[in-house]
């Protein structure tokens, strides 16, 4: 089945949250909100995360890029402006380098896990980029990871891999902790429903053995 792509907005909620019910609320419960987190505010009790996230979408002050397999959504990509998302990780390494806030942050990957390694990871990522176009564009950071070669579990790579971000136009600016980097990307304004080059060619999920290597979700 063709794989499409919507904003995460009210009416898209109800599938943001099954697939996140699914997961058992994914990795301990988070709810897609430590991002959102003002990382200077103290620890919030992880039973208010749903009712924050909702809250958050339903007012426009969270965004990501679902994507869909028929109804159900199978994965994501969040973004948001600076603002909407402070809590990035290895923040005191990113401020004591940091020039001038991006426009944009690409925080955080989520693939269901049936449909790991079958490419929603780089579909999210480029319908994220071209939602940010639409949006005005400007500069874009992401912080993913560098863990080429080496046995790792999915979590880790929640921010995405780096081959990933390089392969979709991003360039590294400098790295801020052993295996994460900045990297960015000018992403000019498009109007009306016009897409990004290379924005969402969706693929069939076909069947993978396990290499024991780390590999984009």
């Known amino acids: 089945m063709t794989l499409t792509s919507k904003p995460l907005d009210s009416r898209t909620w109800p599938a943001f949250a099954r697939l996140v019910e699914k997961h058992n609320g994914i990795f301990g419960g988070c709810w897609c909100i ?3 987190l003002d990382p200077e505010g103290g620890r919030v009790p992880s039973k208010l995360y749903r009712k924050m996230k909702e809250e958050r979408v339903r007012e426009g002050r969270a965004h990501a890029a679902l994507v869909f397999d028929g109804k159900e959504a199978v ?6 402006p600076a603002a909407e998302l402070p809590n990035i990780r290895s923040r005191k390494a990113y401020e004591a380098g940091l020039e ?3 426009d944009w942050r690409i ?8 449909r790991r390694g079958d490419g929603i990871a780089t579909v999210a990522l480029r319908e994220a980029l071209n939602m940010i176009a639409q949006l005005g564009g400007g500069t874009v950071e992401a912080y993913p990871e560098d863990y080429t070669g080496q046995r790792v579990s999915s979590s880790f790579l929640c921010s995405g891999t780096l081959g990933m ?4 136009g991003f360039t590294r600016a400098r790295k801020i902790a052993m295996h994460r980097w900045v990297v960015a990307q000018d992403i000019p304004r498009y109007g009306g429903t016009e897409k990004l ?6 693929r069939k999920p076909r069947a993978r053995k396990p290499t024991g290597r780390a590999r984009e979700a």
């Open 34 to 36: 430590s991002f959102h």
């Open 75 to 80: 994965g994501w990509c969040q973004f948001g």
């Open 100 to 102: 001038e806030l991006p």
């Open 107 to 114: 925080t955080c990957f989520f693939v269901d896990r049936e």
């Open 165 to 168: 971000f390089e392969k979709a």
């Open 197 to 202: 080059a290379g924005a969402a060619e969706p």
